[in-house]
């Protein structure tokens, strides 16, 4: 086509596609540049904000490695993570939320009733709950994938000081769909924000803070594998999520109970917990893999 104009040129780019191109590729294809030239065209996109963003995304991508992941804060920061997420989410089952960067694999075995508070002094926090079906029936067996921060706001993997494993844990739902474990409140902490992402959050004016929560991964057979976070009530952040991952229906309530209520069995801390302590309870609904009954 020679006379490409600014009127046509996103017809033009379709008119480029082979043939052969796979259909769901070339549906993403024309709607990405239909929406893109549409954002050109509606602020005028001058050459000097054109090259900004060009120099952004290589800043994003020298900055990238196996354990930084530029792109996905951008895509998260910018409510894209979450928009897809939702719009995944099965209406029974619980929201799926943002995994973030700091989950890692080979978490160690943490037996039903274990501990993930060792050595840190802080306020005992019971986390328990039954994994369930769309239909309410527990799954026993079901894996779950525990990670949270450390009191100080940082993730094992960001804290030399912490050993690879801290606050992450597998553990497997007993017959009866339960989890437990022991731990302490995880903190509300920032998003890296020492690169070009960050640069956007101060020139936009916004905060990097994400509301403290726990993080799950909740697999089991013939179920979809859930990835989420559950937030408490009383977070400063709860309503502003730099990354947007709250949902209604993540968000527990820490309640307080005295020391004489902690189970006096089945817990690596039964009979050893002397003050009050936070109970969260939190069930997790599975949805079935498509055609599983
Ligand atoms: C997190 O929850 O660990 C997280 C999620 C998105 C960006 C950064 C961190
Ligand atoms: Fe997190």
New binding site residues.
């Given amino acids: 086509m020679r006379h490409v104009t600014k009127d046509n040129i996103t017809d033009v780019f379709m008119n480029y596609l082979g043939p052969e191109t796979d259909p769901r590729l070339k549906q993403i294809l024309k709607s990405l540049v239909t929406h893109l030239h549409a954002f050109a065209r509606e602020t005028n996109l001058t050459h000097d904000e054109w090259r900004k963003g060009v120099e952004f995304l290589e800043r994003a991508g020298t900055i990238s490695d196996a354990e930084r992941h530029e792109f996905?804060?951008l895509s998260?920061?910018l409510g894209l993570?979450s928009l897809v997420d939702m719009l995944h989410s099965h209406p029974q089952g619980t929201s799926s939320s943002?995994?973030?960067?700091?989950?890692i694999t080979g978490s160690p075995p943490l037996p039903l009733g274990g501990d993930l508070r060792k050595d840190f002094p802080d306020q005992v926090l019971l986390a328990v709950g039954t994994v369930r079906d769309t239909d309410g029936n527990p799954i026993a067996g079901a894996e779950l994938d525990i990670w949270q921060t450390a009191p100080n706001g940082l993730?094992s993997s960001q804290d030399p000081d912490q050993d690879t494993y801290s606050f992450h844990g597998l553990q497997v739902t007993g017959e009866d769909g339960r989890y437990g474990f022991t731990t302490v409140k995880p903190v509300s902490y920032t998003?890296?924000s020492d690169g070009p992402v960050g640069d956007i959050l101060r020139a936009s004016g916004r905060h990097p803070w994400?509301p403290s929560?726990l993080?799950y991964i909740v697999k089991a057979p013939g179920f979809q594998t859930l990835v989420t976070?559950i937030f408490p009530d009383d977070d400063p952040y709860l309503d502003q999520d730099t990354?947007f991952?709250v949902r209604d229906d993540l968000v527990m309530t820490y309640v307080e109970q005295p020391a004489e209520t902690f189970p006096a069995e089945g817990f690596a801390l039964s009979g050893k917990v002397d003050g009050p302590y936070l109970e969260a309870a939190f069930d997790l609904v599975l949805v079935r893999e498509e055609g599983e009954r």
């Avoid at 943002?98 to 989950?103: Q, S």
């Fill in positions: 996905v804060l998260d920061v993570s943002v995994l973030g960067p700091f989950h993730y998003v890296p994400r929560h993080h976070e990354v991952g």
